[in-house]
């Protein structure tokens, strides 16, 4: 069943892909090459609306097979609703104060009405033991944790299949941690199936993700991440510094970009060339870049299922691993 799906919808990408980039000047989603970008060529950031309008035909396709959904179709809303707020900032580059606000808000309503994706536990492996939250800082946690993994995704989008190929490999973590039902699976395999197929467009430059792309495809990872993270606590002993490992090296250039702002006292939200993936492109030429990104942080995670009770350790060698290597690249001129 799964190649049939896999057939119409490598079709429908392709119709997606050339709609959507005959009205792209309509949508004012091209981006235009500048001094503070490296493409040289006018190019279509619809990245983000083609992946939209393929996971709601995710939605339609399981919906011929099975009975409507709820927490799917709450999820598709809210997405549209992530999506709009990115669309917005790809247009005026607004507030990001405003743009936090917006995010916060329709991040607090999902939640508010999918109350199995509130954080309420959190197992630390080399403590061993369990945080009980009450509801009003299982809510605060839970938006942090979405507002943490949305930014530091976002900031991962700056050279050509960096962010996608994060995500790739985020969403197949999925598969290889928790024991999907059967329309998880489903939805998770086609994600990656459609972000295989982006990834491969955008590292040729014929599209760009853009921040509607970035917001939304990792606010859906946050949502699945959660959900199977809460659907295991229950079952088993599923200690979270296994999700800190998959995220940690996107989350560690977050934090270190924003303190280096506030110590230079300037707004942590504001952009720069100071990322990880900027300074990797010292070593190697830009096209590459991803390769070496994509493989600081599958390392540790194909490390940590491997080998049992190493996942403090990897965390601890790759944060040193992290350091090192910012440290010595920024000083490469």
Known sequence: MFFKFFIFNFCLFFIFYFIIS????????IDYPNSEKTHKN??????GVIFLLLYISIFFQYLIFDELNYFHSKLVVASLLIFFIGYYDDLKDNNPYLKTFFFISVIFIFLFFNQEILIKKILISFIDVTYVLNNFFSYIFTILCF?????SFNLTDGFNGVA???AIIFFTSLITLFDLSEVDHFFIINIIFFLVIILI????GKLFLGNNGAYLISFILAVYLIKFY???IINEKFFTDKI???LMIP??????LFLERLKMKKNPLKRDKNHLHHNLKKIVPEKYVFLLYGLLVLIPIILDQVFNNITIPLIIIFFIIYLFLINRLRKLS
Do not use: C, H, V
């Open 251 to 256: 989350g560690l250039d977050m934090l270190r």
């Open 201 to 204: 467009f955008n590292l040729f």
């Open 42 to 47: 006018p190019t279509p950031a619809i990245g």
């Open 244 to 246: 800190f490992l998959i």
């Open 164 to 166: 996608l190929s994060l």
């Open 147 to 151: 507002w943490l993994l949305m930014n």
């Open 22 to 29: 005959f009205f792209a000047k309509e949508l004012k989603l």
């Open 230 to 232: 809460n659907l295991k």
